[in-house]
T-cell receptor
Framework: SQTIHQWPATLVQPVGSPLSLECTVE??????LYWYRQAAGRGLQLLFY??????ISSEVPQNLSASRPQDRQFILSSKKLLLSDSGFYLC????????????FGQGTRLTVV | GENVEQHPSTLSVQEGDSAVIKCTYS??????FPWYKQELGKGPQLIID?????GEKKDQRIAVTLNKTAKHFSLHITETQPEDSAVYFC????????FGKGTRLHILP
């Protein structure tokens, strides 16, 4: 069966420090991969999505970046964190042309101090 | 760009009554409309979905309706129970999944 792993679960980082959040999917091939951010409200804001290795689409201008070095690995990074980067980050995957069920990881709670 | 509007942002319903959440979308290419439920501290989970060639779908106490002409879709929960309390998200998808801002549903005893 397919599983998605996201880590770490919680992270406290100082302003200006770098960030690396990792997400891996097991049990499937060539998934679509997504990074969402959920700020203090509730909305799920799409940050990046990828339909294949090295293919990254950015939805929102920001100081974050994403990479997909392997088929089932998706990494969210920042060189210098801002206070406004605090939030709940969720990785997700699905198959096909994005018209199938998406499965979410358990999320990373990032607090920038 | 693509946008999904969701209302209300908060909804309180007496246990046993029905709850309705409504969404509109802007991208006419959207052809898949899932609904997700998120419990505290967890990732969202799919509860029901509907595709553009269908107007209504029901699964026990949950039903979704879709009006493609008006670009509206809705979630209906009947006979609400305490465990229905959560945040619910609608989404519209063509080549990527765009979510609404969520509805916090409170089931009152």
């Amino acid at each position: 069966s397919q599983t998605i792993h996201q880590w770490p679960a919680t992270l406290v980082q100082p302003v200006g420090s770098p960030l690396s959040l990792e997400c891996t999917v097991e049990g499937t091939s060539n998934p679509n991969l997504y990074w969402y951010r959920q700020a203090a409200g509730r909305g799920l804001q799409l940050l990046f999505y990828s339909v294949g290795i090295g293919q990254i689409s950015s939805e929102v201008p920001q100081n974050l970046s994403a990479s997909r070095p392997q088929d089932r690995q998706f990494i969210l990074s920042s060189k210098k964190l801002l206070l406004s980067d605090s939030g709940f980050y969720l990785c997700a995957w699905n198959l096909g042309q994005a018209t199938t069920e998406a499965f979410f990881g358990q999320g990373t709670r990032l607090t920038v101090v | 760009g693509e946008n999904v509007e969701q209302h209300p942002s908060t909804l309180s319903v007496q246990e046993g009554d029905s709850a309705v959440i409504k969404c509109t979308y802007s991208d006419s290419a959207s052809n898949y409309f899932p609904w997700y439920k998120q419990e505290l501290g967890k990732g969202p989970q799919l509860i029901i979905d509907i595709r553009s060639n269908v107007g209504e779908k029901k699964d026990q106490r949950i039903a979704v309706t879709l009006n493609k002409t008006a670009k509206h879709f809705s979630l209906h929960i009947t006979e609400t129970q305490p465990e229905d309390s959560a945040v619910y998200f609608c989404a519209a998808s063509s080549n990527k999944i765009i979510f609404g801002k969520g509805t916090r549903l409170h089931i009152l005893p």
